[in-house]
T-cell receptor
Framework: GENVEQHPSTLSVQEGDSAVIKCTYS??????FPWYKQELGKGPQLIID?????GEKKDQRIAVTLNKTAKHFSLHITETQPEDSAVYFC??????????????FGAGTRLAVHP | EPEVTQTPSHQVTQMGQEVILRCVPI?????FYWYRQILGQKVEFLVS????????KSEIFDDQFSVERPDGSNFTLKIRSTKLEDSAMYFC???????????FGAGTRLSVL
């Protein structure tokens, strides 16, 4: 089955710097890759996603890149702000999952943005 | 903005007791999921549900677990006889027909003593 690895587990940056979180997946049939942000006491919130027919997607300060050949995808946050501090999860959705696109999550990255 | 709501936010139970975790998915969504997150670990898929039946379940989802959509709006997860290792945060998610975007609730923290 699909397995998703995520690095780093913790990331500390200064406000205004960029942050990059990387994930690799094992199932080449996976075709949907969302990123979720989880704040303390809340459920995961989708921040951006990318599908396998696209190499890059951007939404204001957030961008995601996908390399299907290497089976890895990355989250890029520019001009980080203290409110970006949270745990970020990548996920992959196996294309032929009988579970109607269940998500397989990475272990999460705790991002701390220091003023 | 529509959201997935889960109740209770925290459930404390004794080992061996039955618990029911409740979820109200987004109203026009047709696909429903339960995930769990043991403290400090990955969010793990438990089960997906569509058209009033389970479409896939993980190896975690054994005979002690069941799901139900009793009234067309609620989606429940029942654990028949809880074990210490069932202590975790349980998330419900739902998605619509067109986009493969799962929306998560805030979770129920289950503490088994």
């Amino acid at each position: 089955g699909e397995n998703v690895e995520q690095h780093p587990s913790t990331l500390s940056v200064q406000e205004g710097d960029s942050a990059v979180i990387k994930c690799t997946y094992s199932d080449s049939a996976s075709n949907y890759f969302p990123w979720y942000k989880q704040e303390l006491g809340k459920g995961p919130q989708l921040i951006i996603d990318i599908r396998s027919n696209v190499g890059e997607k951007k939404d204001q300060r957030i961008a995601v890149t996908l390399n299907k050949t290497a089976k890895h995808f990355s989250l890029h946050i520019t001009e980080t702000q203290p409110e970006d501090s949270a745990v970020y999860f990548c996920a992959a959705s196996p294309k032929f999952s009988g579970g109607y696109n269940k998500l397989i999550f990475g272990a999460g990255t705790r991002l701390a943005v220091h003023p | 903005e529509p959201e997935v709501t889960q109740t209770p936010s925290h459930q404390v139970t004794q080992m061996g007791q039955e618990v029911i975790l409740r979820c109200v998915p987004i109203s026009n969504h047709l696909y429903f999921y339960w995930y769990r997150q043991i403290l400090g670990q990955k969010v793990e898929f438990l089960v997906s549900f569509y058209n009033n039946e389970i479409s896939e379940k993980s190896e975690i989802f054994d005979d002690q677990f069941s799901v139900e959509r009793p009234d067309g709006s609620n989606f429940t997860l029942k654990i028949r006889s809880t074990k210490l290792e069932d202590s975790a945060m349980y998330f419900c998610a739902s998605r619509g027909v067109v986009l493969n975007i799962q929306y998560f609730g805030a979770g129920t923290r289950l503490s088994v003593l």
